[in-house]
C-alpha cells in the first residue's frame, strides 16, 4: 500500500531563511508526486508535481522539489522564505484507481515563517 | 486555470437536519470529483470518488448513508450530510478532475452542527 509521511509537522523559520519540508513516500508502483499549499480557510493549491522526466522539479513561489527514487523522497525546498509563505503543505502520492488518479496525503507540515 | 466553486462557504445547522454542499467545475467539465475531509490541523482524509452519471465509490469506513454524493453532471457535485450531529462538524473540500489528471481543489466549506 502506499503511503506518505511528512517528517516535520511544524518548521519554524525567519524571513529570508532558506526551508526544506521533507517528505518520504512508499510505493510498490510508478509514483506520482504533488506538493500543496493551504492557507487558512482556503482550499489547496498545487505548489508542483513530478510524474516523470526531470527529478528536480520547480512549481510557483519560488519552491522546488526533488525526486530521489533510492531515497524514495520528494523533499520540497525554497532558498529564501517570505512571510506570505506562511501556510499548510502537503504531500501526496498519486494512485491509479480505474480511470482516476486518487491522492494519499500526509498529515502536512505547518510552515512559519517570522520576521 | 480550471476553477472549482463550492457553495455554500460555512453553513451552521441544527442537529439532525440535513444539508448540502455543491460542488462546480467552473471553466471545464470533470469526468470526477472527489470529496474530502479535513479535521483541524490534521490531513484530507478521501470520502469518496465520483463519477458523472454512476454512483459513488466510498472509502472504508465512510458510511454513504449519511453522506450521499450525486454527480448529475460533468460540471456539477454534491455531498449531502443527512441527519447532521456534532462530530459531522468539519471541513469538507472538494475537487475535479479529467480522468487521471490534475485535481483542482475548491475553497471548502465549513460546516458546523450544533
Known amino acids: 500500500a502506499q503511503s506518505v509521511t511528512q517528517l516535520d509537522s511544524q518548521v519554524p523559520v525567519f524571513e529570508e531563511a532558506p526551508v526544506e519540508l521533507r517528505c518520504n513516500y512508499s510505493s510498490s508502483v510508478s509514483v506520482y508526486l504533488f506538493w500543496y499549499v493551504q492557507y487558512p480557510n482556503q482550499g489547496l493549491q498545487l505548489l508542483l508535481k513530478y510524474l516523470s522526466g526531470s527529478t528536480l522539479v520547480k512549481g510557483i513561489n519560488g519552491f522546488e522539489a526533488e525526486f530521489n527514487k533510492s531515497q524514495t523522497s520528494f523533499h520540497l525546498r525554497k532558498p529564501s522564505v517570505h512571510i506570505s509563505d506562511t501556510a499548510e503543505y502537503f504531500c501526496a502520492v498519486g494512485k491509479n484507481a480505474g480511470n482516476n488518479r486518487k491522492l494519499i496525503w500526509g498529515l502536512g507540515t505547518s510552515l512559519a515563517v517570522n520576521p | 486555470g480550471a476553477v472549482v466553486s463550492q457553495h455554500p462557504s460555512r453553513v451552521i445547522c441544527k442537529s439532525g437536519t440535513s444539508v448540502k454542499i455543491e460542488c462546480r467545475s467552473l471553466d471545464f467539465q470533470a469526468t470526477t470529483m472527489f470529496w474530502y475531509r479535513q479535521f483541524p490541523k490534521k490531513s484530507l482524509m478521501l470520502m469518496a470518488t465520483?463519477?458523472?452519471?454512476?454512483?459513488?465509490?466510498?472509502e472504508q469506513g465512510v458510511e454513504k448513508d449519511k453522506f450521499l454524493i450525486n454527480h448529475a453532471s460533468l460540471t456539477l457535485s454534491t455531498l449531502t450530510v443527512t441527519s447532521a450531529h456534532p462530530e459531522d462538524s468539519s471541513f469538507y473540500i472538494c475537487?475535479?478532475?479529467?480522468?487521471?489528471?490534475?485535481?483542482?481543489f475548491g475553497p471548502g466549506t465549513r460546516l458546523t452542527v450544533l
Open positions: 475537487s475535479a478532475s479529467v480522468w487521471r489528471n490534475e485535481q483542482f
Open positions: 465520483s463519477n458523472e452519471g454512476s454512483k459513488a465509490t466510498y
